[in-house]
């Protein structure tokens, strides 16, 4: 895997970057898990009462209660939509995840885009988790888009 070159004091060095994880914050971890659990099929590993991983096939979702941040930021996050990220998952079948996230929370599923093909693709579909925050679920659908995704998708 190749690493960034970087300078440091005059001397050149690498380090390889890797995205490990995006961590969700939350006021109520138990609900928040329990979306992720259904979203991804992964199982929770608590590793603390507030703090969650679900491991899924590409990468960690974490999940942890907001009094967890200021032991590394020093400021505790607010409750408000998220409108600045969005979280997204590449899935065999969006569509079909959809109708089981919307089996299991009916009404309550807040989505912000049906089922819809993108331009570069994509079948796309925007809902919020419950706390707000912005998730796309996409699969490839056309032999282009199936290729952008291949091309993207890191070797390990």
Known sequence: MAGIAITVRGMATTN????ASVRVITHDV?????????????TPNYLTADFVELVTPSATLAVSHASRVPLIAGDTPGESANDTSIVEFWVDDAEALFATLHAT?????????????????????????????????YTPATPEAQQLQQNRTPKL
């Open 16 to 19: 390889t970057i890797r995205l």
């Open 30 to 42: 138990p609900r928040a898990v329990a979306f992720y659990e259904v979203l991804t099929g992964a």
């Open 105 to 137: 929370y009916g009404d309550e599923l807040d989505v912000v885009q049906a089922p819809t093909m993108m331009a570069w693709g994509n079948v796309s579909i925007l809902i919020r988790d419950p706390d707000g925050l912005l998730i796309n679920l």
